[in-house]
């Protein structure tokens, strides 16, 4: 691994935030990530604040699968734009679903390991990405990097990332996240470190 990967591996593993860079299929766009099982409602509420794109919960197919999520549109599975899955709620335990605090009740409950599609409910407020089963090597994005991280710092096989916007709404590149990365503690690590 290179020392990018061990940092974020290690930050992950630790419920930190990384920063993955590098994802082609988005023209180069820079996503937050989290560990889903490390997720809070502080995690989200930074996410929201600093990242300002939509907050979306990776998943592996078979765990997309198992929960009942199908794809929004199937035809663009093989296509180079994200494979959205029908967003998601916890069936209890939030209000609206949409602070900070339900959206991460929600991820907890549709990545415990005994979740079935009951414990979940569409529309909600989260917004599934489901995975190419071939990970990086098959299709190298952020939310497969995302997974392959969480993997390997074994914090489970499902990630929380959000994109990062810029002041003026257009898509961050990396030197306009450095600063918030350095003032935050975030390491980065590109998705190329990882195939």
């Known amino acids: 691994m290179s020392g990018a990967v061990d940092t974020a591996v290690a930050a992950l593993a630790a419920g930190r935030m990384v920063i993955i860079t590098g994802d082609e299929h988005r023209n180069g766009d820079i996503d937050f990530c989290i560990a889903a099982s490390h997720v809070t409602p502080e995690a989200i509420n930074f996410m929201a604040t600093h990242g300002r794109g939509l907050i979306c919960l990776c998943l592996t197919r078979d765990r997309a699968i198992g929960l009942g999520i199908g794809l929004v549109n199937p035809r663009r599975e093989n296509q180079s734009g994200r494979p959205h899955g029908r967003s998601v709620e916890a069936a209890s335990g939030i209000t609206t679903g949409i602070s900070a605090a339900d959206r991460?009740?929600?991820?907890?409950?549709?990545?415990?390991?005994?979740?079935?599609?009951?414990?979940?409910?569409?529309?909600?407020?989260?917004?599934?990405?489901?995975?190419?089963?071939?990970?990086?090597?098959?299709?190298?994005?952020a939310a497969e990097a995302a997974v392959e991280l969480c993997r390997r710092a074994?914090?489970?096989?499902?990630?929380?990332?959000?994109?990062?916007?810029?002041?003026?709404?257009?898509?961050?590149?990396?030197d306009d996240v450095e600063t918030l990365a350095h003032e935050?503690?975030?390491?980065?690590?590109d998705i190329t470190a990882l195939q």
Not at 105 to 131: C, M, N, Q, R, Y
Not at 184 to 189: A, D, L, N
């Open 154 to 174: 074994n914090a489970g096989e499902a990630a929380v990332i959000c994109a990062i916007l810029r002041d003026d709404g257009e898509m961050a590149r990396p």
């Open 104 to 141: 991460a009740h929600t991820i907890k409950v549709a990545t415990a390991e005994d979740a079935t599609a009951s414990d979940i409910v569409s529309p909600g407020h989260v917004f599934p990405l489901i995975t190419d089963p071939g990970g990086v090597a098959s299709r190298p994005a």
């Open 184 to 189: 935050h503690g975030i390491p980065f690590v």
